[in-house]
């Protein structure tokens, strides 16, 4: 069983700049594969980015460019840095694992590709 706990949401003016954390258990932090997600009231949740044990990484068009994936294997932490935040972001995002490669690099912004969730964590950006 793995367990997250992400930290860092609030709220920003547009254009401004977020960094979210999660941490993770386990002992094997570095075999895991990591996703951040985002979910608006009223819409489904949707992936944003994503990395895998050789820190490559994947983003949705929405955020590429202004937002960057990040692991510190030593700290079992995963990043996602926000800049440029635009009311658009406005979500509770949640970070994800999965143990296993495979099917996860045909679609690594899929939720039904992670095992394991936080309970996340409020990002809301005003005009």
């Known amino acids: 069983q793995v367990q997250l706990v992400e930290s860092g949401g609030g709220s920003v003016q547009a254009g401004g700049s977020l960094r979210l954390s999660c941490v993770a258990s386990g002992s094997t932090y570095s075999r895991y594969y990591l996703g951040w997600f985002r979910q608006a009231p009223g819409k489904e949740r949707e992936g944003v980015a994503s990395i895998d044990t050789e820190d490559n990484t994947n983003y949705s068009d929405s955020v590429k460019g202004r937002f960057a994936i990040s692991r510190d294997n030593a700290k079992n932490t995963l990043y996602l840095q926000m800049n440029s935040l635009k009311p658009e972001d406005t979500a509770t995002y949640y970070c994800?694992?999965?143990?296993?490669?495979?099917?996860?690099?045909?679609?690594?912004?899929?939720?039904?590709?992670?095992?394991?969730w936080g309970q996340g964590t409020q990002v809301t950006i005003s005009s």
């Open positions: 994800a694992a999965r143990l296993r490669g495979g099917a996860w690099y045909y679609r690594p912004l899929y939720t039904a590709n992670y095992d394991y």
